[in-house]
């Protein structure tokens, strides 16, 4: 792998977003919109709830590590976008460029972009509603780490998807975060779910990182078993979604679906 | 790997100046593609020296752009071989695309960049030398001074095709593929583009695999042509001497004849 390959794809999306406020905003627009909304909702729901539980920590602070994991995935599948946007895989494909090089460049981007997003989320939430991730001790380290590789693996397997099936699927991608929340137990305990959503639950690492945040806030203590089993899970999910984009970019291959990518034809 | 470490003992091609006896540049060995069961390219097979200019003309939907993304890497061949300078294409694809680089109508540089951070990137992913000399050499070659700083999606399409063209040489590279290179631009522009192309082929023993419609231009810059027809190879030769051997009047009558043969055979 050669860092100046993968420098590259970072050079490239840094041009991007200096040339565009538009690709700047949603940077920490949305983060900034969360922490208001939830911010005063939690802030309501501590007004007329019982006095001793604090629902920064517990909602917000949910709120706000999920939207972590949703802005890592962006930061990864925006870097490619750009690509289908601007009808550029031949000239990437084409390239010496390696795929490990090109993932990597995508990667690399996603953790600068997230990084911006998490410095505002912070910021903003700790100055307006007085929510300090370091209320939740050492666990928020293993905690972001989990959070962080399993968005980075959704945002290689999205990616793949979207070179597989086309320029529309994309539509498919977006809500992908969405779609997991339920299941993630992001507001709730694994328990509260039905029986048949439980098993789902357990195989998503952010279910345990939830778990083991919300034992801290209810005056408990991390559970760093869990959140080591969570730290693996999530290696394999992105070792999994490397292992899906490369076996789609081979099939890509053998069916020229790179070089007549814009038809979107399936096969 | 192996296979080319033990030709070579080293990772990548050796330079032309190295070799005892020249690589080709291009080695397509029996290539064919089938898509479904359709034969789009039927077991073609040719090579590139260094420094030739070759023109692969044919049909629209004749197999020659299918051809050319094989040579690429974009897309996989049902069967046969492509080597590069040396180094087989499936086994070396990162060595062997570092040493190629390509110019098409239908690859056109991202628009939401300007020229001169498009040639940074791809220059960077070519792994160029001395980048930023190199940008400023392609710039003035393909007179693009004035839009360094212009987004690429700004520019007229005889514009981009000059940036991507300036792109294409940005590696030097050994194996330079164009696919209808002039297609979009003027006659003066594209007879001093024609002329860059021939300096660069003969300064950098590049070879150059040209496909174009435009039998003057073929006949004008290739020393080598090939008619492609239902995915195979028809005729092979010398531009300038094809059309009296096989007794047509001009290249464009040679051409027309022989696209149409296989479907009067058809026919009759």
């Known amino acids: ?267 | 790997m192996w296979r080319a470490q033990r030709r070579h003992g080293r990772e990548g091609p050796p330079p032309l100046t190295e070799a005892a006896t020249p690589q080709p540049a291009l080695a397509v060995e029996h290539l064919s593609k089938a898509f479904d069961g359709r034969i789009v390219v039927n077991d073609v097979s040719f090579s590139l020296e260094p420094g030739e200019i070759v023109g692969l003309v044919g049909l629209n939907g004749a197999g020659k752009t299918t051809t050319i993304n094989m040579i690429l890497g974009v897309l996989a061949p049902s069967s046969g071989s492509v080597t590069i300078a040396g180094l087989d294409l499936a086994d070396h694809r990162e060595a062997a695309l570092g040493v190629v680089n390509f110019s098409a109508v239908y690859a056109p540089l991202p628009g939401n960049l300007t020229v001169a951070q498009n040639l940074r990137i791809f220059g960077m992913i070519y792994d160029v030398p001395n980048l930023t000399d190199r940008i400023g050499e392609m710039i003035d070659m393909f007179d693009l001074a004035r839009y360094r700083d212009t987004r690429c999606g700004l520019l007229s399409s005889g514009e981009q095709t000059r940036v991507s063209l300036a792109k294409a040489l940005l590696n030097k590279p050994r194996l330079l593929l164009l696919d209808e290179p002039t297609a979009s631009i003027d006659p003066s522009t594209a007879d001093t583009i024609r002329g860059h192309i021939r300096d660069y082929a003969a300064r950098e023993k590049g070879a150059v695999l040209w496909t174009s419609h435009n039998m003057y231009e073929v006949a004008a810059v290739c020393t080598r042509m090939m008619l492609l027809s239902r995915g195979r190879i028809l005729i092979e030769g010398d531009p300038r001497t094809l059309p009296t051997e096989h007794g047509a009047a001009s290249l464009e009558d040679l051409f027309i004849g022989l696209s149409r043969e296989p479907d009067e055979r058809a026919s009759s």
Request: charged share 10%; with cysteine.
């Open chain 1, 1 to 267: 792998m050669k860092m100046r390959r993968i420098g590259a794809i970072v050079l490239r999306q840094i041009y991007l977003l200096r040339g565009s406020p538009t690709r700047v905003l949603p940077l920490f627009a949305w983060i900034a919109i969360d922490v208001m909304l939830w911010g005063f909702i939690t802030r309501y729901l501590n007004a007329i709830a019982s006095p001793g539980f604090d629902f920064v920590p517990a909602m917000l602070g949910a709120v706000l590590l999920w939207d972590f994991l949703s802005r890592v995935m962006q930061g990864v599948t925006m870097a490619f976008f750009e690509d289908v946007w601007s009808r550029n895989f031949l000239g990437i494909f084409a390239s010496p460029l390696s795929r490990a090089e090109y993932v990597s460049g995508l990667v690399l981007t996603g953790i600068g972009t997230s990084l911006v997003g998490l410095a505002v989320m912070i910021a903003l939430a700790s100055s307006a509603f007085g929510l300090s991730f370091l209320s939740y001790g050492p666990a928020i380290i293993p905690a972001l780490l989990v959070l962080f590789l399993f968005g980075i693996a959704l945002g290689v397997a999205g990616s793949a998807m979207v070179l597989r099936l086309g320029p529309a699927a994309e539509w498919l991608i977006w809500p992908l975060p969405a779609v997991l929340s339920p299941f993630a137990s992001v507001f709730y305990p694994i328990s509260t779910l039905p029986v048949w959503m439980q098993p789902i639950s357990l195989a998503l690492p952010p279910s345990y990182v939830f778990e083991s945040l919300r034992a801290i806030t209810n005056g408990g203590h991390a559970n760093y078993t869990d959140l080591t089993f969570a730290l693996t899970l999530s290696l394999g999910y992105l070792v999994a979604a490397a292992a899906f984009f490369a076996h789609v970019y081979r099939v890509c291959v053998r069916t020229g679906l790179i070089a007549r990518y814009s038809a979107e034809s399936v096969s």
